[in-house]
């Protein structure tokens, strides 16, 4: 069974307007951690926001936020007002082993592409 | 604070010829260093991770071997290349302290002819 599930290959959005972009996940592990990376064409994997498993609330950050259900083990990520430079890979990734987890392994998903048009 | 390099940032190789990535971590201490590989159209597959000197985890069987001589250094060798070998190869690390945020060099693109 994936890990992770990004359901949708790509998406397009209007500078300015919001976007959620979909992950689903998939553990038995209690404790873990969700991430979301950004991927531009230059090919190098950005971090941009964090959400642990018993953090009680939404993580955000800066235009990031992170739209976490935990009992639909969803985590998706929202940009606000987007930005032509947003246009880019998105990558859902989840760490199972919670924190200071040495193995450090994370699976990713499939990826999203973000189009952001004026 | 944190910086990671890898190169060489893209590589064209014969197959059958060796092959020597590189990966250097300035401004911390004992990192957690990871080898990961990405195909087109998927995520990205770990191959290796580090939690120290001469501490090397291998998550798949395959052509490739890792090395790390050094404390912030971390080296992906191959004696002999094979054509699926080709592609996208991410270093990364891990503060182990925090443990949680990993972060990712520029890439390497590998390109065996």
């Known amino acids: 069974a994936q890990k992770i599930t990004q359901t949708q290959p790509g998406m397009f959005v209007q500078e300015k307007e919001a976007v959620t972009l979909d992950c689903t996940y998939d553990t038995s592990d209690p404790s873990y951690g969700l991430f979301w990376y950004k991927q531009p064409s230059s090919g190098e994997m950005i971090f941009l926001i964090y959400q642990g498993s018993y953090d009680q609330q939404n993580a955000t950050e800066g235009r990031y936020s992170l739209n976490f259900q935990k009992a639909r083990k969803s985590a998706n990520l929202v940009i606000s007002a987007s930005q032509l430079g947003d246009s880019a890979m998105y990558f859902c990734a989840m760490r199972e082993g919670g924190r200071g987890s040495t193995l450090g392994r994370l699976y990713f998903g499939r990826g999203t592409q973000l189009t952001v048009w004026p | 604070s944190q910086t990671i390099h890898q190169w060489p940032a893209t590589l064209v190789q014969p197959v059958g010829s060796p092959l020597s990535l590189e990966c250097t971590v300035e401004g911390t201490s004992n990192p957690n260093l990871y080898w990961y590989r990405q195909a087109a159209g998927r995520g990205l597959q770990l191959l290796f991770y580090?939690?120290?000197?001469?501490?090397i985890s291998s998550e798949v069987p395959q052509n490739l071997s890792a090395s790390r001589p050094q404390d912030r250094q971390f080296i992906l060798s191959s004696k002999k290349l094979l054509l699926s070998d080709s592609g996208f190869y991410l270093c990364?690390?891990?503060?182990?302290?925090?443990?949680?945020?990993?972060?990712f060099g520029e890439g390497s693109w590998l390109t065996v002819v």
């Open positions: 990364a690390w891990a503060d182990r302290t925090i443990g949680n945020t990993i972060y």
């Open positions: 580090s939690v120290g000197i001469g501490q």
